[in-house]
């Protein structure tokens, strides 16, 4: 299985694409609905930028814990230096 977490429109092919509302799978990205260790790729881009920083070790644990062992997390930040 793999993951396109906090799709908003841009859904992918071969993804389960997640997100609040109009996905494949409407949920909370905090806490999936998924089974431990069942996802073989996780996809995350530009999504850890609308969590409090408070929220981000949570998160990434559930997200891990949803992940197989020696499975992919791709997450993509902003670059906060080109940000004006």
Known sequence: MRLNLGCGKKKWPGFI???LSDS???CDIRRLPFEKDSADE???IHVCEHFYITEIASV???WKRVLKAGGGLC???PCWD???
Do not use: M
Request: charged content about 40%.
């Open 75 to 77: 997450v993509e930040l």
């Open 82 to 84: 080109k940000v004006k």
């Open 17 to 19: 694409n997640c997100d």
């Open 24 to 26: 494949d799978v409407d």
């Open 42 to 44: 996780i996809h995350a």
């Open 60 to 62: 990434l644990n559930e």
